[in-house]
């Protein structure tokens, strides 16, 4: 009764078996491995994109930050929602990145419209030298309560930045899940809707610790390398990062495992329905953020359920009701998923 | 034949094998795992430092500029020696995460010497507020060149630094091969001779990706965290970070990678010596830095064998010698040294 | 007829005799000059705080961004409100000084309430290691909206501050405006109230370029003299700044000036009320947000006058009012604002 | 007898006299004053460069930081002599600006020559992506210790950089005094020699406090102007420093003043020189380092003589020489040199 994050499970069997395989003789390190140009060309095949730069890290943030700081400079602002991971979670790691770039907070209750986003970026009036300067645009998809933004209405927040001439990022630390839930292509997702950059996240999604970072014009590539390098971000042992990945795109690993996750999503998402949860974001991918009484919470957290308050703490009057989040990984059994709804 | 670096060959199986294990069920993220908790546990002990502090990353140079930045401010200067990891190979990662800190090179052909040590510091007189100020001492054990300080050498160097009042940092990516190599205890060449914070390399002796960072007095830990954090440095899955440390603490793998490593490069050396080579520096650990003539390289390159030039290029008069840097890893076997030797 | 800033004016001839009467002989540079001595004295005796360390720059962003990076962190987040000029006119000075700190924005229409500064601060819960850490509030007295602070709302923010911990910053660029404006003593306006640094502005208020900044504890004196060396802004002929700021504070000329600008402030304040005006923020200092009809702005304009609109364009329906911010100097002359609102 | 620095004399009065001039009426702020317009127009005039970008700053760190930060890129190293101003007397702010760039030292007794400077380039092989990638070489005209570099040697270190593709920074503190030494054309003294941007010092010749920055291509003009305003180096009341600066172009003053300063620099080192002073350099401009017994400067201090030694310190053995500093500014009385010689 695991709900507590998709980084809590454990990796995919595929992907430990791609590592013991990759752990014998001697390779190429910091990213001139073999296995790291078949990352290269299978990222750009499933993104229809031949000339992508294609990166690998080990966080997410790093993934973030060291896109964002490749297409931003310091006296810029970055366009994101309050509760994007790069405003609420990375510790200032973007300002760190950038060398003092802001973040202009776009109101989003959990999507960004391109109304809202155009509302931001003029706020920013470029004042001449004063203000900040207006800078990349960041998304996330699956955002992060858990709904997923259609491929139009990804098209027209690319319109929005295109029209002011600034890039755009997609954080998609759970890019798989979203894509399975809307069934279009990677391009569809990204640069056909006016994305520069993503973060393609693979950890969330059955992998031990692996991003990679696709820039669609490779012309900042040679600096995304030196920014890697300098955040210290740069593996030597770079062949463990490239198993993962290829072991990810292999047989579908991505697909299946994302697959997975929403729909166990989903059937925790009917049955905490069925008990009477209100969902303040309507759940489309792994995540679910549902309110129950505070009573029930703490039956469920005593019977072992392990999630999430977001709002609130367990003390209080019992009959009140609290958002908790619910997310689920590639692996939880759905026997995991009843016992919790048994309980409820 | 691979000589090109102690990072290009496998992880132990060991590593790979506490991976696998260490792949099942749930557990805590972003350090609170219960493996962290035996990591900490066990380097205390290691150490003899039942207060450190300890964290983990999974590149050297994280593991570096973590701790330089934490023990140091912008306005100081660290102070090294020219072929220092942190000044020749990390790309300004010192200078990025420390805020903009400068590096004093130290006179030095391998070993830092007390005395240069102390003329560097002597030259960076505080001025007032217009110069650099002084700041932390880093020093690189084994050395770049494959030399080792003895206790003795490390104890007079932390006098000096004690003399400053700046604190000491020990890059010691080779850590272990060192200390097999001085058959002294992790105490007596950190804590007992005056270093205050350690980067104690797993990678190149035989880990897939992690690297502890060591705090004598934990004062400043807290800080550490918030830096880590903020570099995206902070893992998610720690556990797969938790697990290469505890296996390489575990049934002294450290050490025998460490012991492995160094035996194949004394027979290496043995074997370059009788081939009439000319040492540089006198190999101590697992490097080994050999005068070859220019016409001898190329025929062991054409032969198939893998090592870096370190001065020149095959270009040029082939009766010229040119240094070549030759390292053992902890797998290579003794056909592949006799092999090199046979060939040579 | 110009109210465009506080800037654009002349600076006092007493600040000009001083620089003149300055001007012979030798001196000491970089703070050391004997002038310097008795500005620190004299600040000490005006705030009635004889341990505050005291110290000059040229320009208002420097002294808030030296200020705040000394009181600060670069994982932690400041407090102030979107219209502070840390936020918006300083084009991410607080984020590139402070090493990358962010800014979160506390709701204000103009002041800062006590029970918003204190949802601000809970809206950033630290979250471990994860979101941004809390940092230093910065309020600005005058503020941008030309209302002042009493004392006794300083101090109620003073006491959030000290509930949380936390350091207070004044942003006084226009100190003196608001101090006679109150009738209170520098110290209430400030240490009394929980106040630990001060940006005491001189620029807007008759100097030709030079403002203190004030630390009423001085544990952190020395770090701010590194920061401001390394910020490029510790002046070599040092005696032109404190004999600006000696005169500043010389037969009352501070407060004389801030008094003449509020007095014609409140002359423009009152035809502009009486032709009908409307206000946005009710103005107590020198600075006054008016609504006229668009027509009479581009009337204005045509005859002359010089001064901002806040909101919008002069391209739109004629009838339709905007704001626009009237700033009065401390020269700005009766004839010219009389002939102003003989205009209007 | 005040021979410590050209930064402790007075400005000359035609200076006070604009300043005086300047302040009345109101003018536009940040740099968009009439004077400023005027200055750009002598500047360029002065260097026939019509297209050059002009900026003021009033520190001389501020000129150089910015413009180095404007050439460099963070994973960059910028190349210098150890005694340049940037890296000893700046407290880091190069690093500071630049985001982390790091400073490679050029062999040099004073001036650099071409051999040293290849070499050093050289050293820094840029190694892929793991060591500091190459990036702009500042020159000190004239240098630390009182050498001109000749037109030609200028223009040789400038077919280094071009060769190189590196960008060339003149750090011209001193930038008049070397000009009237040499006879030489501004132009032929930068850009036709090389230089790419100009650090053009009016402080140390007689202004209060001023310097521009000269970029001779204007490409990178705008990022200039942020980067100032985010360094908190944009005057709001910018006329003060346009007045000082036109004033120093207008009639010929500051070839007066630095034709004064070296002139009287000539009858010391004369005096000196018949006293049996021993020149370690020999001084070209207004600067003289020679070396005199222990005793006599004792004897020099005594009787009220300033300057500064360079290397050591009054303790000690009598007879042993000690180098000192000697600078002359614009304003020293040829009856203040003769009273020091008489001593002497």
Partial sequence: MHFASDNSGPANPEILAALNAANTGYAMGYGADEEMAKVTARIREIFEAPEAAVYLVATGTAANVLALSTLSQPW???????????????????????????LTLVTAADKITPANLRAAIEGEETRGVHGPQRG????????????VYTVDELAALGDVATSYGLPMHLDGARFTNALVSLGCTPAEMTWKAGVDAVSFGGTKNGCMGV????????????????RRKRGAHLFSKHRYLSAQMLAYLTDDLWLRNARAANAKAARLATGLRN??????????????FAALPRATHQRLFDAGAVYHLWDGTLDGAAEEELTARFVCDWSIGDDQIDAFLALL
């Fill in 76 to 102: 810029q602002t970055l366009f994101c929602s309050a509760p994007a991971h790069i405003n609420m979670d990375e510790c200032n790691a973007p300002e760190f990145y950038t060398g003092g770039a802001k």
């Fill in 211 to 226: 991003e990679a970072v696709i820039f669609f014009d490779p012309a900042k590539a040679q600096e995304f390398e030196y």
């Fill in 136 to 147: 990349p645009i960041s998304i996330t998809q699956v955002t992060e309560f858990g709904t």
């Fill in 275 to 288: 008990a009477g949860a209100h969902f303040s974001h309507e759940p489309q991918a792994n995540m679910i």
